[in-house]
């Protein structure tokens, strides 16, 4: 496995590969891989010649006060990782290389509405930020495939939503959730956990599989009581709630009475840690 940070030698090494013509995927991280990640990079390799990975903890998708600089960086651990996982190659730019005439001069790609709902109302510009970032890095690598996990069903629909918009020649593919052994979904802010609220954290996905199994009894006419129950849940187990919403799965807008496929996203807040989730709802015709 290569690992470069110069954007310039990244597209020269791509551009011989895809004169040899073979199929490239590219899987974008923050670092601080943990099983889910890995995972996309095997998904990756299943469907392409070559994986590219990045590490790149984007300053542009973090809001005042949040965990920038605390974010973990493990960039060796990563690096073997990636190696035992098949990655042909490591993009670790530094962030003066990606943005060098800083966040205020940056241009920036936004997906309007989408990205203003759920996560993004509760972090204003964290969205611009991740389109703008992939944005970038799908012009450098110029994949062929990208993966990303379902774990951030909202960021996988604001990716697709820009991807299908600007009309980039990207297949976006999301991969399901990976979770630990108690149903928790593996994320590299679970580490933020202490001993006590690893305990807890699992009643997130809990609250969520009783809610998917009340909504076929009690119908989406109780789609606001369900939500304010799931809510009280987890105040009532230790959480902060910032959302609990039952919504169409394709639009993220709020379920109504008819819809089958939807989603329901969850974030909430456990002692340091920002934990999200969801869970798909397919209900009958």
């Known amino acids: 496995m290569q690992t470069l940070s110069d954007p310039h030698r990244l597209h020269q090494l791509v551009n011989q590969w895809r004169l040899a013509g073979e199929r490239v995927a590219f899987v974008p991280t923050m670092g601080n891989l943990h099983d889910g990640h890995i995972e996309l990079v095997h998904q990756a390799r299943a469907r392409a010649d070559r994986v590219v990975a990045s590490i790149f903890v984007n300053p542009m998708q973090f809001g005042a006060g949040e965990d920038l600089d605390a974010y973990p960086r493990t960039l060796d651990a990563d690096k073997t990782r990636l190696f035992d996982a098949g990655c042909d190659l490591l993009f670790t730019p530094e962030v003066s290389l990606l943005y060098p005439a800083g966040l205020g001069q940056q241009t920036y790609v936004e997906v309007p509405g989408l990205s203003d709902l759920h996560?993004?109302?509760?972090?204003?510009?964290?969205?611009?930020g991740v389109t703008t970032i992939v944005c970038k890095l799908f012009n450098l690598?110029?994949?062929?495939?990208?993966?990303?996990?379902?774990?951030?069903?909202?960021?996988l629909a604001v990716i697709r939503a820009m991807v299908r918009d600007l009309n980039m020649p990207v297949e976006v593919i999301g991969i399901p959730t990976v979770r630990e052994a108690d149903g928790l979904a593996m994320s590299s802010r679970n580490g933020y956990l202490t001993k006590s609220e690893r305990s807890l954290a699992p009643e997130l996905k809990r609250t969520l599989d009783i809610t998917a199994q009340a909504i076929p009894e009690l119908g989406l006419e109780q789609r606001a009581e369900l939500e304010q129950q799931a809510e009280q849940r987890l105040a009532d187990r230790g959480?902060?709630?910032?959302?609990?919403?039952?919504?169409?799965?394709?639009t993220l807008a709020p379920a109504?009475?008819?819809?089958?496929?939807?989603?329901?996203?969850?974030?909430?807040q456990l002692g340091r840690a920002r934990l999200i989730d969801n869970l798909q709802v397919d209900l009958p015709h």
């Not at 109504?256 to 909430?268: C, M, N, R, S, Y």
């Open 119 to 128: 996560c993004g109302a509760s972090r204003p510009g964290h969205f611009r």
């Open 141 to 155: 690598v110029q994949p062929d495939i990208a993966c990303f996990g379902q774990k951030d069903y909202q960021q």
């Open 239 to 250: 959480f902060e709630p910032d959302f609990f919403r039952i919504c169409q799965a394709h």
């Open 256 to 268: 109504q009475p008819g819809d089958t496929e939807l989603v329901i996203l969850a974030a909430a």
